[in-house]
């Protein structure tokens, strides 16, 4: 851990209670700065959420996607054979709450992974690393804890075995909130991690 004037780096283990390590984390905290240059990309251009059906819950899905309101309207259908691994759409929690850095982590994970858009079927895509990227304090002063946010989620390589996949999360007006770069395995269901 090292603490400065403008940015603290901090290191974080889980283990568990024989010692073996499960996670590792690391958090750069900064205040802000006069950049030489402030910019962002653009927003996802989608419909209005109201116009958007709401994604149902399947008994196929993990039992974590009940706690969003997901209304897809970017990239190909999951599973379509898709020509790019694009998703994404509008997203909130079931149970609105303030969009908080927590909320920020979970939402930037809660989607289908983008290849899913290019497979013809299941397969298990777990974790190797998370990144996130916060922008700006959170919650926004001015976002209501009903709103739904636009999730924008592409994966621009795949290759043996393994994907990354970059996410951002956007207000409905077009301001970053968060990203994140996830880096995972890629592989079919019957034969899983190895």
């Known amino acids: 851990d090292r603490a400065g004037r403008t940015v603290t780096n901090l290191s974080v283990r889980a283990e568990q209670a024989d010692g073996k390590l499960v996670a590792m984390g690391i958090a750069i905290a900064g205040t802000d700065q006069v950049g030489a240059l402030d910019y962002a990309g653009t927003s996802p251009a989608m419909p209005d959420p109201a116009d958007v059906p709401t994604l149902p819950v399947l008994a196929q899905m993990p039992p974590i996607s009940a706690r969003y309101l997901m209304k897809p309207c970017l990239g190909p259908p999951p599973f379509s054979g898709g ?12 149970e609105p709450r303030p969009f908080d850095a927590l909320a920020a982590v979970a939402y930037l994970d809660a989607w289908l992974p983008a290849p ?14 998370y990144t996130v990227y916060l922008h700006g304090p959170l919650p926004p002063a001015d976002l209501s804890p009903e709103a739904f946010l636009k999730l924008r989620i592409a994966s621009t390589t795949s290759t043996r075995g393994y994907f990354s996949e970059d996410c951002e999360v956007w207000t409905p007006d077009g301001v970053l909130l968060a990203q994140s770069r996830q880096l995972a395995l890629l592989a079919p269901l019957d034969r899983g991690p190895r």
């Open 83 to 94: 020509d790019e691994a694009l998703s994404g759409g509008w997203i909130r929690l079931t």
């Open 116 to 129: 899913f858009t290019r497979l013809h079927g299941p397969a298990a895509a777990p974790t190797l690393d």
